[in-house]
């Protein structure tokens, strides 16, 4: 059995020693052949996808259409890198092009965690994991703008990156957005504070059929991330379900 550990950017990782092999020379043979690939790149590069991207993309396409008939917007809390955002954008793109309702939220700090409870968190997490380059907000705006930019509407701005601690910013978001409902609520911020004081501040703001997504739950690497569903939501209360794609990740719809 893999055991859980930290790779050199200070993320955990349960892969061997072969595969951990197999993804760098992946990655090696993906940025000697990117240039060569031409116009149809992005196609090309499939190549090089490994099944867990590809699991991942399986896993939040079912989860969209699932989403489908609930108003309201998408919040992500925890973006990182933003993969999932540009997922999600492209996934509204093909099933509700003209939706522009359906607006999507990034919560981030880019900087990592800001704090961790060395009780409910464990202490193998330490504050600033998981952080990104410096500014990569700004890159991240652009891509999105981008990946808004190859579906229909795309004169209307229809995603916003909020940066900061989501414990923090969470309450001013929803003054600014009184008109608001949370049809899905993305959870990846791994630790007990955050994730519990954002599930308090959006309660009043689900609908029954909301979808609450949850990237770490019954994790041994992430603890707190229950900790803080039993604690707001409690474990009796929801029929938590899980995706043959995504082993440590669970949903449940609001009701």
């Not at 690939?37 to 399986?58: C, K, P």
């Not at 933003?82 to 092009?97: F, V, W």
């Not at 795309?154 to 910013?169: P, Q």
Request: net charge negative; charged share 20%; glycine share 6%.
């Amino acid at each position: 059995m893999n055991t859980v550990t930290k790779n050199s950017n200070r993320e955990l990782s349960g892969k061997s020693h072969q595969e951990t092999q197999a993804m760098e020379s992946l990655l090696a043979i993906h940025q000697n052949l990117l240039s060569e690939l031409g116009t149809n790149w992005s196609s090309h590069s499939l190549v090089t996808m490994t099944r867990q991207s590809l699991s991942r993309i399986l896993y939040y396409a079912d989860l969209y259409q699932k989403l489908l008939n609930v108003p309201g917007v998408i919040c992500e809390f925890g973006v990182q890198w933003g993969a999932t955002l540009s997922q999600l954008i492209s996934l509204r793109g093909i099933h509700e092009p003209y939706n522009y309702s359906r607006v999507i939220y990034g919560f981030d700090t880019f900087e990592g965690f800001s704090q961790v409870d060395d009780v409910r968190d464990g202490v193998h997490l330490e504050a600033g994991d998981y952080s990104t380059e410096l500014g990569y907000e700004k890159k991240l705006d652009k891509i999105l703008t981008l990946q808004e930019s190859l579906s229909p509407l795309s004169h209307m701005r229809k995603f916003e990156l909020i940066k900061g601690d989501a414990a923090a910013t969470i309450q001013p978001w929803l003054e600014r957005n009184p008109h608001a409902i949370i049809a899905m609520a993305i959870f990846d911020m791994d630790i007990y504070k955050p994730t519990k004081a954002v599930l308090e501040a959006i309660l009043p703001r689900l609908t029954k059929g909301s979808i609450l997504v949850f990237d770490e739950l019954n994790h041994p690497g992430f603890p707190g991330e229950t900790a803080a569903v039993m604690e707001v939501l409690g474990l009796n209360n929801i029929r938590l379900q899980r995706s043959v794609f995504q082993p440590t990740c669970a949903w449940a719809v609001f009701e």
